[in-house]
């Protein structure tokens, strides 16, 4: 564990992984993750597994993951995030930006999410200049929802960019059980991205089940993709899911809107 924390100290490096990484300490009370540890960030909160990469609500900034992360076709199991009040883009990664790739990884986790950008993978993929690639990876789990919350998906919370496929999204898959376990309007909730534009989703799907019928304001709410468009293009896709909500809900894309992008042959 002390190693995958790690990455934090070098966001730009290039990482392989050489075993399965049981991560079940992450749920166990008491846990202290990397940000308490070198900078005494929430202690005592039992708030699970620190983001690699944390951008947004933290007391200070540290940057996105720019780096490459392979996984080498190894696991990272029992993976546990509880919470964080305050803090944007909860995932196995916090946030992912410039030319990072993240591939060959196979991750299990359980997450509670109260703010937006949460996903099994990543919270986010987002930069106006990036080039990130993000393949072969496979997510299974649940996430709880607490109150109104934007952009979930069981894969990225928000894949977007500033030109057509800036994120790149190949072979991928999520089985992911999302509940809103608490009163409030989520939005832009979807099984692999919550949202996505200036995006490629290429040969993925979505088996889990999203419930999202505990608001009547609940929106976007897609079996792959909560809300999709601007530039997104989306091929050889699909999910079989049960999807709920009250507005665009669909059962592979909650929304599509914008110009410049297709879904097809899904």
Not at 119 to 139: E, F, K, S
């Amino acid at each position: 564990m002390t190693d995958l924390e790690n990455v934090n100290n070098n966001l730009d490096g290039n990482y392989y992984l050489t075993n399965d990484i049981d991560a079940s300490a992450t749920a166990v009370d008491g846990y202290q993750n990397y940000y308490e540890k070198k900078y005494g960030w929430w202690l005592d909160k039992n708030v699970g597994w620190g983001p690699i990469g944390l951008p947004f609500g933290a007391p200070a900034y540290i940057g996105g993951f720019t780096g490459t992360f392979d996984g080498c076709g190894y696991s990272i199991t029992g993976l546990t995030i509880d919470g964080w009040n305050s803090v944007h883009e909860i995932g196995l990664f916090g946030d992912i930006e410039g030319d990072a790739k993240v591939a060959n990884l196979t991750v299990e986790i359980t997450f509670t999410a109260v703010n937006g950008g949460a996903g099994g993978l990543a919270g986010r993929a987002d930069d106006p200049t990036a080039n990130i690639l993000i393949q072969n990876c496979h997510v299974s789990g649940t996430v709880n929802l607490r109150g109104s919350i934007s952009e979930i998906g069981g894969l990225i919370g928000n894949s977007a960019g500033d030109a057509s496929y800036d994120v790149q999204i190949y072979d991928c898959s999520t089985d992911m059980a999302i509940t809103q376990t608490l009163a409030g309007a989520m939005r832009y909730v979807g099984g692999l991205t919550g949202r996505s534009s200036y995006s490629l989703i290429y040969n993925c799907f979505a088996t889990g089940d999203i419930n999202g019928a505990g608001h009547s304001n609940t929106e976007y709410i897609g079996g792959l993709c909560g809300r999709f468009g601007s530039s997104a293009t989306m091929e050889y896709c699909y999910s079989t899911g049960d999807v709920e909500g009250a507005y665009f809900v669909g059962g592979l894309v909650g929304q599509y809107y914008g110009s410049g992008g297709y879904i097809r042959k899904c």
